[in-house]
């Protein structure tokens, strides 16, 4: 059974820096994508980036362009998110996601694993 397991959020202010890890498991072969979402009070969830492994290209919302960073052990079986510059609107639920089908848009792409999310909450 795949699980996903997300680590490493918490408070911090604006300007830092949290990083955030995704360990999967019972993987029976090697996962074609995986990526972080996450979802504010309120509000819808959104893509925040993704890494497709097949194609060997990582993807990253608008908003987080330059400030968060995916990346992935050499095992790849642990995806992490290095994000700086903290804003309070990054506040939110941060979820990681997982495929092992290949193609479609990083973002609106259906995902059939999902962890249960870790809090990052950034204060002005």
């Known amino acids: 059974q795949v699980q996903l397991v997300e680590s490493g959020g918490g408070s911090v202010q604006a300007g830092g820096s949290l990083r955030l890890s995704c360990a999967a498991s019972?993987?029976?072969?090697?996962?074609?994508?995986m990526g972080w979402f996450r979802q504010a009070p309120g509000k819808e969830r959104e893509g925040v980036g993704a890494?497709?492994?097949?194609?060997?290209?990582?993807y990253y919302a608008d908003s987080v362009k330059g400030r968060f960073t995916i990346s992935q052990d050499n095992n790849k079986i642990t995806l992490y998110l290095q994000s700086d510059s903290l804003k309070p609107e990054d506040t939110g639920t941060y979820y990681c996601?997982?495929?092992?089908?290949?193609?479609?848009?990083?973002?609106?792409?259906?995902?059939?694993?999902w962890g249960q999310g870790t809090q990052v909450t950034v204060s002005a």
């Open positions: 996601a997982a495929d092992f089908r290949p193609g479609g848009r990083w973002d609106t792409r259906p995902y059939s694993y």
């Open positions: 019972g993987l029976p072969y090697s996962l074609a994508w």
């Open positions: 890494i497709d492994r097949i194609g060997s290209s990582t």
